[in-house]
Each structure stands twice: as C-alpha cells, then as structure tokens.
C-alpha cells in the first residue's frame, strides 16, 4: 500500500497568516491526489483533487501544488473558519490512502 | 443536489454482524463508483471499500486488508443504494462509517476523489 505522510501534525497559527501543509507519497502518485477538510463531528469536504485542481465553490485562497511524490496544500489568508483538520489522500492505487492528518489551531 | 444517507448503524457484540445502507440522490448513481470510508473515535480517516460501475463484464469491488474477507460491499442500482455488510466485527472496527462518491471520467482521465460525503453512522463493536 501507499503511505501517506503529512507534515505537520499539528501547529498554531493566527488569523491572515499564510500557512502550508506538506504531504508526501511512499512512491510516485502522478497528480492523483486530494485534499479535504474536516471540522469536528462533521463529513471530510474536498478541497482539491487532481493535487491542484480547486473544487467548485472552494474559497480561492486555497491551493494545491506537486506531482510524483511531494505535494503542498497551501492557505494564502486564513480565515477563523479555516481552522480545522486538513487530510491528503492518494487515489492513484487502491488501497486509496490517507495522510494521518494536520490540525490548524489558533494561535 | 447530492446527497448520501447513510443508516444501519448499532451497537453490536464482537463476532456479530451488521448492514450499513447509504441511499443516493442527485445524480444518476449507476454512473458512479462508490465507497465506504470510515474514521475511528479520535482518529484520521481509513478507507474501507469500493464498488465499480457496473458494466457489461460485471462490477469490481476492493477491500482494506483490515476487513477482507469479513466486509461486503454491494450496490442496488434499482433502488440508488449502497451497502456494506459487515461480519465477524471487532473492537477496532468501531467507527463513524461514511459513504462517499467517487469523482468522474473524462475523455483524458478518471478523477478518483471523494467529491460527496454521507454525514456518517456510528458502529460500536462492545460487549
């Protein structure tokens, strides 16, 4: 299986900070990654997928980057309903795999 | 508007067994694979299972290494519903269980992601 591993954990940060979230593959996934977001006791959202495609209705200040094995999900400004957990997940082979995660809080 | 309802979710003993059933609308569900992902108490998300679209040479179906063999999953294109039956459950398959639908194909390549989620059901294996 192919394992994913986020960068990291966790971390603080403040209100307009730009922040980035790395994520890397066990082996080469091509583009075919996502990224969702996760509030507590709520479903994932997706928040990009095709590693820099940003899915319909998703706020602009989000962004994706990568190919092969690194990936990067970036937030420019962010916002007080940004803060939450954040997954990558590849979809190149099954099993499809998940990141273990990274959880924004505030500063 | 899509949407996914997940339901069948319970408390059941280690060894029992149990059905989730996730009903579709908003789309044309035959159209689209579909999977179960599930995510334990305090934990990150784990992908469960898949079913294909169904074509003329049948469906495919794909199973986590942690359930094959104990876990079916199925689909009812008739009815818009998905399912996945679960025996021989464990402590460690506790969870909320969500569906999710797959992203679509096009002329140049398939796009795998999760694109809709269920809200997601509990299941509690306890004695």
């Known amino acids: 299986a192919i394992r994913m591993t986020q960068s990291p954990s966790s971390f603080s940060a403040s209100t307009g900070d730009r922040v980035t979230i790395t994520c890397r593959a066990s082996?080469?996934?091509?583009?075919?990654l996502a990224w969702y977001q996760q509030k507590p006791g709520k479903a994932p959202k997706l928040l990009i997928y095709?590693?820099?495609t940003l899915q319909s209705g998703v706020p602009s200040r989000f962004s994706g980057s990568g190919s092969g094995t690194d990936f990067t999900l970036t937030i420019s400004c962010l916002q007080s309903e940004d803060f939450a957990t954040y997954y990558c997940?590849?979809?190149?082979?099954?099993?499809?795999?998940f990141g273990q995660g990274t959880k924004v809080e505030i500063k | 508007e899509v949407q996914l309802l997940e339901s069948g979710g319970n408390l059941v003993q280690p060894g029992g067994s149990l059905r989730l059933s996730c009903a579709a609308s908003?789309?044309?569900?035959?159209?689209?694979?579909m999977s179960w992902v599930r995510q334990a108490p305090g934990r990150g998300l784990e992908w469960v299972s898949a079913?294909?679209?169904?074509?003329?040479?049948?469906?495919?179906?794909y199973y986590a290494d942690s359930v094959k063999g104990r876990f079916t999953i199925s689909r009812d294109n008739s009815k818009n519903t998905l399912h996945l039956q679960m025996n021989s459950l464990r402590a460690e398959d506790t969870a909320v269980y969500y569906c999710?639908?797959?992203?679509?194909?096009?002329?140049?390549?398939?796009?795998?992601?999760?694109?809709?989620w269920g809200q997601g059901i509990l299941v509690t294996v306890s004695s």
């Open positions: 082996q080469g996934i091509s583009s075919y």
């Open positions: 997940q590849q979809y190149y082979s099954y099993p499809k795999t």
């Open positions: 908003g789309f044309t569900f035959s159209s689209y694979a």
């Open positions: 095709a590693a820099s």
């Open positions: 079913v294909s679209v169904i074509s003329d040479s049948g469906g495919s179906t």
């Open positions: 999710a639908k797959e992203g679509y194909c096009s002329s140049i390549s398939c796009y795998r992601h999760f694109d809709y």
